[in-house]
C-alpha cells in the first residue's frame, strides 16, 4: 500500500513539476545602441528559470566599400548546466549575401507549409512588456534638423505600429526624439526590448512547424540542406 501511495506521490511531484516549467516564460531582451560611429547589439535569452541562458553580441558594424559592404563581428555565449560555449565570428554583409538570405527565405517558404500564418500565430503569443527607443541627434543646419525630426518620428511610428498589430504590447512603447537646435552634429540613438513568451506554447509552435514542414514532399530534405549550408 505504501508502495502504491509513494508512486502517486512521486507521479503527482513529476507532473506539478512539468506544470511549472511548461508554464515558465521565455525572456528575450534585445539592446541596441550607436553613437556617431561607434554601435552595438545585444541580445540575451533565458529560459528555464536561468538555467539557460544564451548572450549574442554584435560589438562592431564596420563599413569597408561599396563591393564589400558591411564587415560585421559577432560573438555568441552559450551558458547552461548542460552546455557552455562561446563562438566568436566575423562576415561580410554585401550585395551577394542579401540576395543569398532572400533565396534562403524562399526556400523556407517553399519547404513549409503556411509559414506565415505561422508565424503570424506564433507573434500574437509573443508579450512584450518594454520597448524604449530614443534618439538625440543635431545637424550643421537647424531647417536640416527640423525635416530630419519628423521624418524619425514618421519612421519610429511605422515600425512600433506596424509591430503593435502582430505582438501583444503589454504597455505603450516609449518613443523620443530630440532634436539639438544649434548645437554640432552629433547623432545617438538607444533601443531596449523585452519581450516573453511561454515555454509551453513555445514548445508547441516548434513541434507545428515541424509538422507544417512534414506536410510538404521533400521539406525535410530542404531545411536540412539549409540548415546545413548555414
Known amino acids: 500500500m505504501w508502495t502504491w501511495i509513494w508512486t502517486g506521490?512521486?507521479?503527482l511531484a513529476v507532473v506539478l513539476l512539468l506544470l511549472v516549467v511548461l508554464l515558465s516564460k521565455v525572456t528575450i531582451r534585445v539592446?541596441?545602441?550607436k553613437q556617431n560611429k561607434d554601435e552595438q547589439i545585444t541580445a540575451d535569452m533565458k529560459a528555464l528559470f536561468g538555467m539557460v541562458n544564451l548572450h549574442y553580441e554584435v560589438p562592431r558594424i564596420v563599413f569597408d566599400n561599396f563591393k564589400q559592404g558591411f564587415k560585421v563581428e559577432t560573438a555568441m555565449d552559450s551558458q547552461s548546466p548542460v552546455m557552455s560555449n562561446y563562438k566568436e565570428d566575423a562576415q561580410h554583409i554585401d550585395k551577394e549575401k542579401v540576395q543569398q538570405w532572400?533565396?534562403?527565405?524562399?526556400q523556407i517558404l517553399h519547404a513549409t507549409e503556411g509559414l506565415k500564418v505561422w508565424t503570424e500565430a506564433t507573434l500574437k503569443h509573443?508579450?512584450?512588456t518594454q520597448l524604449a527607443w530614443t534618439t538625440d541627434f543635431a545637424m550643421k543646419?537647424?531647417?536640416?534638423?527640423a525635416v530630419a525630426s519628423g521624418l524619425l518620428w514618421s519612421v519610429k511610428n511605422f515600425i512600433v505600429g506596424g509591430l503593435s498589430f502582430r505582438v501583444h504590447m503589454k504597455k505603450p512603447p516609449e518613443l523620443q526624439v530630440t532634436p539639438g537646435f544649434g548645437s554640432s552634429p552629433h547623432f545617438t540613438t538607444q533601443m531596449d526590448c523585452i519581450?516573453?513568451?511561454g515555454l509551453g506554447y513555445a514548445m508547441y509552435a516548434g513541434l507545428t512547424l515541424i509538422t507544417r514542414v512534414l506536410k510538404v514532399k521533400g521539406g525535410t530534405k530542404q531545411w536540412l540542406n539549409i540548415l546545413f549550408k548555414a
Request: charged share 30%.
Open 126 to 128: 509573443l508579450e512584450v
Open 102 to 106: 532572400k533565396e534562403i527565405y524562399k
Open 195 to 197: 519581450a516573453k513568451i
Open 9 to 11: 506521490l512521486l507521479a
Open 31 to 33: 539592446h541596441a545602441s
Open 141 to 145: 543646419e537647424a531647417d536640416h534638423t
